[in-house]
Antibody, heavy 118, light 112 residues
Framework: QVQLQESGPGLVKPSQTLSLTCTVSGASISSGVYYWSWIRQHPGKGLEWIGYIYYSGSTYYNPSLKSRVNISVATSKKQFSLKLTSVTAADTAVYYC??????????WGQGTLVTVSS | QSVLTQPPSVSGAPGQRVTISCTGSSSNIGTGYDVHWYRQLPGTAPKLLIYGNNNRPSGVPDRFSGSKSGTSASLAITGLQAEDEADYYCQSYDSSLSGFYVFGTGTKVTVL
């Protein structure tokens, strides 16, 4: 079955770059049917879409985060990655990777908590 | 940043029917974009519950149903069970500068 798994540091210092990777299994990241996305959830809050990437490398980001976000894909490794620069405490959240099909998120990773603190 | 509004909480006794509303605007639901629903159990990732307004993925019981009208959508849960106690989120697509994918504010369902 389709599985997504986030990995990366759980603690990042303010002003540094948050880097996470999502590894996909049970599905082809190169399929033209899907987009691959990052979503975050601040503690006790709702969900915020960060952006997505297509297997070709084309991306689209939430305008509110666009200046600080970069999503890349490594199809041979079945991975896609998130980089968020100049982080502050407001970026502390659980980060999820998810698969998009036809405008909705059909599979999600388990999520990883990233805390921004010195 | 949520542009879809949901009631913070709803509750019901086991066996009862509850509904969750999701109110959007002319730049998302009102434009005709589909609404999708997710259930998030405590400490876990959201899971797709309804897609395309009223379609259930394989494995989701028919106790869950969705509907959409105008700038709003609703999720109905019939025969409420203890395991339905969770957070529920609606999601759609927005054509304004808010970004493509938008989520609702979330609703906590409590089984009394």
């Amino acid at each position: 079955q389709v599985q997504l798994q986030e990995s990366g540091p759980g603690l990042v210092k303010p002003s540094q770059t948050l880097s996470l990777t999502c590894t996909v299994s049970g599905a082809s990241i190169s399929s033209g049917v899907y987009y691959w996305s990052w979503i975050r959830q601040h503690p006790g809050k709702g969900l915020e879409w960060i952006g997505y990437i297509y297997y070709s490398g084309s991306t689209y980001y939430n305008p509110s985060l666009k200046s600080r976000v970069n999503i890349s894909v490594a199809t041979s490794k079945k991975q896609f990655s998130l980089k968020l620069t100049s982080v502050t405490a407001a970026d502390t959240a659980v980060y999820y990777c998810a698969r998009i099909v036809e405008w909705y998120f059909d599979h999600w990773g388990q999520g990883t908590l990233v805390t921004v603190s010195s | 940043q949520s542009v879809l509004t949901q009631p913070p909480s709803v509750s019901g006794a086991p066996g009862q029917r509850v509904t969750i509303s999701c109110t959007g605007s002319s730049s998302n639901i009102g434009t005709g974009y589909d609404v999708h629903w997710y259930r998030q159990l405590p400490g876990t990732a959201p899971k797709l519950l309804i897609y395309g307004n009223n379609n259930r993925p394989s494995g989701v019981p028919d106790r869950f149903s969705g509907s959409k009208s105008g700038t709003s959508a609703s999720l109905a849960i019939t025969g409420l069970q203890a395991e339905d106690e969770a957070d529920y989120y609606c999601q759609s697509y927005d054509s304004s500068l808010s970004g493509f994918y938008v989520f609702g504010t979330g609703t906590k369902v409590t089984v009394l």
